[in-house]
């Protein structure tokens, strides 16, 4: 399967997180929810690798690898902060629309320190989505 598909899951899992997650922060402190669905996430990462990945690759990954993968967990965690309190306090589109504003983020961020180009037709899209995202947010 290519990755257009995978991306597809990826919508299609997290639009259903946003749902859960609302559900589920409406009647517990938004860190403590926080908390829960990331050891879930945790929990079922580590199964996961346990049942997919051959026992010759499990090496020790280069500092470089560790320190850049403990820093995008660190921001996927303060991101996970931020959605959750949003999430308790707003309504799930609009939240789930601004939040989707990421991926322009990303590709800004990704033409700038990974010297990644966006074709037109690229950048028109990621002008549609933040446009999308402010009409969601715009009350």
């Known amino acids: 399967m290519n990755w257009f598909y995978w991306a597809l899951g990826s919508a299609g899992f997290a639009a259903l997180t946003a749902l859960l997650a609302k559900v589920g922060v409406a009647e517990v402190n938004s860190n ?15 199964m996961l690798a346990w049942a997919t990945v051959p026992a010759e690759e499990w090496v020790t990954p280069s500092s470089r690898s560790i320190t850049f993968l403990v820093l995008s967990g660190g921001a996927t965690g303060l991101s996970w902060m931020c959605y959750f309190h949003a999430l308790r306090i707003g309504p799930v589109a609009r939240v789930a629309a601004v939040d989707k ?39």
């Open 101 to 139: 504003l990421s991926v322009a983020l990303a590709a800004i961020l990704a033409v700038i320190f990974l010297s990644e180009r966006l074709d037109t037709r690229s950048v028109a899209g990621l002008v549609l989505m933040v446009a999308g995202a402010a009409l969601m947010a715009w009350k």
């Open 32 to 46: 403590l929810a926080m908390a829960i669905r990331t050891s879930v996430a945790m929990l079922f990462s580590w």
